[in-house]
């Protein structure tokens, strides 16, 4: 079993309850939606990695020409289809996927969306390398991220226990400002570093980085 597997199954496990939860923090998560439909228009052809029950990737469709959704498990996806399903007019596309794995469209993708997922990447170097490759010159990356360095203690030793029980997945630990760095190396300009949430600070980071128009701005 690859380490993708391993993390596929932690989630097809939980796909289910964590289909039935409620967003936590949901006027912080209309703020981040509606941030993100303000950068699309309605031409665009978009990626969404980590899509889970394709929550984010529905909400979108309706204001872009198409959606494509992927995540490692296939619990995920079989419930995203199912909403997708009671959905018309849109185009929106799931398929079981890592990052590396995900479909690639000639020309790029207009945007990338990855929110709630950057921090549980065994190799988040080889994946931003892999969102870098299937944007277009110029496309934007859209990223919500729990920089859990940033958490409360308690928060980040529950997280290894949790782990060893089973009970949590896989999970990195860094800083905003440890992303933001680790965007410039891939080869994104940060044009935006912002927080959504309602009630207190909010350790998760709301970015919107661009791929170079031009291979001579890369770094
Ligand atoms: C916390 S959920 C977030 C789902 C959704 N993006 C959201 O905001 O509700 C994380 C998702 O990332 C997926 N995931 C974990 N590791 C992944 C990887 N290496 N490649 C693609 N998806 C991954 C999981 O299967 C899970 O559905």
């Known amino acids: 079993m690859t380490l993708i597997d391993r993390d596929a199954a932690f989630w097809n496990k939980t796909a289910r309850k964590y289909a039935a939860g409620r967003i936590p923090d949901m006027a912080g998560y209309e703020r981040s939606l509606a941030r993100t439909r303000g950068l699309l228009t309605p031409s665009d052809v978009v990626l969404e990695i980590g899509c889970g029950t394709g929550t984010t990737a529905l909400a979108i469709a309706p204001g872009i020409r198409r ?8 619990a995920m996806i079989a419930i995203a289809r199912e909403k997708a399903q009671a959905m018309t007019g849109i185009d929106a596309r799931f398929a079981v996927a890592s990052v590396e794995t995900s479909p690639q ?18 190799d988040r170097a080889a994946t931003l390398r892999a969102i870098h490759q ?3 010159p110029g496309g934007l990356l859209i ?9 409360n203690l308690m928060i980040r030793l529950a997280i290894p226990l949790m782990r ?6 896989f999970v990195a630990t860094f800083s905003a400002s440890d992303l933001e760095a680790e965007l410039a190396v891939a080869g994104f300009a940060v ?3 912002e927080r959504h949430g309602s009630k ?3 350790p998760r980071i709301f970015i919107l980085a661009r791929k170079a128009e031009d291979v001579s701005e890369q770094p």
């Open 67 to 74: 959606i494509v959704a992927t995540d490692v498990s296939e």
């Open 105 to 122: 469209v000639d020309g790029g993708y207009d945007a990338v969306l990855a929110f709630n997922m950057l921090h549980l990447v065994r």
């Open 134 to 136: 299937r944007l277009k």
């Open 143 to 151: 990223t919500k991220t729990p920089a859990i360095a940033e958490m």
């Open 164 to 169: 060893a029980i089973g009970k949590a997945p």
């Open 191 to 193: 044009l935006a570093a």
């Open 200 to 202: 207190r600070w909010d």
